[in-house]
């Protein structure tokens, strides 16, 4: 079934088309699934309890972050405690049916946000996966928008409780990391992982050429995007990053899976690799594009984004 999906980007929703994957087949999962933060209509996986939810208020109207508003974190409803839950569930949805389609000892590398990373984990290992690692992914710049509190008074007229509050700010220090959940699908009990690596290939890392300065890589890598990198989704991620986690963990021709391919990048990356993927995404608008960076590489259009990074991730 898998050659139905080799180098492809299927539009189409994952939990219709993993069924259908050959069992034990995949080499490597990486992803950057939704957060459950709700940052888009994508992204609200829970029950929606108030139509404030992705509006705006004047202080956003042009600001390229912070675009449209989310829930809060204490909620506008007692219903919106289960948000988290509701997440976790719609992870396991997935996970489950992954896990019978990736080979023992392969890895998955998945995406997720500081708040909501260890709904993802929980999903995970209860489906059968062994959390491996927690990757830091340093960014080189964050949005960041914290309100001054004496500034929020003052505009109650609380001059005196201004002055107090003076150098305080509502809201979260600047974002400069995300987490990578790393897990791995356990291999044969009473085998060794060198008896793994032997009989399907997967649960090494390539630490050789992945080193940075010399120096082996850590569970903190440095990632930001090139000059010329094409934009697409307003959650994608580098295209140094995903190569990166490809190459560490894959050899070539084997198959990189990617059930929420968004802006392409997964796809991008196996090419310019020589290694194969099988991607889904629900958005017309992000397949349509992802198609279109995909022929760009093809026809050596996107050579500017292949001159981008260090020759040794390359």
């Given at each position: 079934?898998?050659?139905?999906?080799?180098?492809?980007?299927?539009?189409?929703?994952?939990l219709?088309?993993?069924?259908?994957?050959?069992?034990?087949?995949?080499?490597?999962?990486?992803?950057?699934?939704p957060?459950g933060?709700s940052?888009?209509d994508?992204d609200?996986?829970?029950s929606?309890?108030?139509?404030a939810?992705?509006?705006?208020?004047?202080?956003?109207?042009?600001?390229?972050?912070?675009?449209?508003?989310?829930k809060?974190?204490?909620?506008?409803?007692?219903?919106?405690?289960?948000?988290?839950?509701?997440?976790?569930?719609?992870?396991?949805?997935?996970?489950?049916?992954?896990?019978?389609?990736?080979?023992?000892g392969?890895?998955?590398?998945?995406?997720?946000?500081?708040?909501?990373?260890?709904?993802?984990?929980?999903a995970?290992?209860?489906?059968?996966?062994l959390?491996?690692?927690?990757?830091?992914?340093k960014?080189?710049s964050?949005h960041?928008?914290a309100?001054?509190?004496?500034?929020?008074l003052?505009?109650?007229?609380?001059?005196?409780?201004?002055?107090?509050?003076?150098?305080?700010?509502?809201?979260?220090l600047?974002?400069i990391w995300?987490?990578?959940?790393?897990?791995?699908?356990?291999?044969?009990?009473?085998?060794t992982?060198?008896?793994?690596?032997?009989?399907n290939?997967?649960?090494?890392m390539?630490?050789?050429?992945?080193?940075?300065?010399?120096?082996s890589?850590?569970?903190?890598p440095?990632?930001?995007?090139g000059?010329n990198?094409?934009?697409?989704?307003?959650?994608?991620?580098p295209l140094a990053?995903?190569k990166?986690?490809?190459?560490?963990?894959?050899?070539?021709?084997?198959i990189v899976?990617?059930?929420?391919?968004g802006?392409?990048?997964?796809?991008?990356?196996?090419?310019?690799?020589?290694?194969?993927f099988?991607?889904?995404?629900?958005n017309?608008?992000?397949?349509?594009?992802?198609?279109?960076?995909?022929?760009?590489?093809?026809?050596?259009?996107?050579?500017?984004?292949?001159?981008l990074?260090?020759?040794?991730?390359l």
């Amino acid at each position: 079934m898998n050659s139905d999906y080799i180098n492809k980007i299927t539009l189409g929703d994952c939990l219709q088309y993993l069924p259908e994957l050959d069992e034990s087949s995949i080499d490597l999962f990486l992803s950057d699934i939704p957060y459950g933060i709700s940052l888009d209509d994508w992204d609200v996986l829970h029950s929606n309890t108030n139509s404030a939810l992705l509006g705006k208020s004047p202080a956003q109207e042009g600001k390229s972050g912070f675009k449209r508003r989310g829930k809060p974190i204490n909620g506008w409803a007692q219903a919106d405690r289960n948000i988290g839950l509701e997440y976790q569930g719609w992870c396991k949805a997935w996970a489950t049916k992954i896990y019978p389609k990736m080979k023992n000892g392969s890895f998955l590398f998945v995406f997720g946000a500081r708040r909501t990373i260890h709904r993802v984990i929980n999903a995970f290992e209860d489906s059968g996966f062994l959390l491996k690692d927690t990757l830091a992914w340093k960014k080189p710049s964050a949005h960041h928008r914290a309100q001054r509190v004496s500034i929020v008074l003052e505009r109650r007229g609380l001059t005196k409780e201004a002055k107090k509050w003076k150098g305080w700010r509502l809201g979260n220090l600047a974002p400069i990391w995300e987490p990578i959940a790393w897990f791995m699908k356990p291999y044969k009990v009473g085998g060794t992982i060198t008896d793994n690596i032997l009989e399907n290939e997967v649960g090494a890392m390539n630490t050789g050429e992945c080193q940075f300065n010399g120096s082996s890589p850590t569970n903190m890598p440095e990632f930001g995007f090139g000059k010329n990198e094409t934009r697409i989704h307003e959650a994608q991620k580098p295209l140094a990053l995903i190569k990166y986690l490809i190459k560490l963990t894959t050899r070539e021709n084997q198959i990189v899976l990617d059930p929420f391919m968004g802006s392409g990048t997964t796809a991008l990356a196996a090419r310019m690799l020589d290694r194969a993927f099988i991607g889904f995404e629900t958005n017309p608008e992000y397949h349509s594009r992802s198609l279109e960076r995909l022929k760009g590489f093809a026809t050596g259009e996107a050579e500017s984004e292949l001159s981008l990074f260090q020759p040794s991730l390359l």
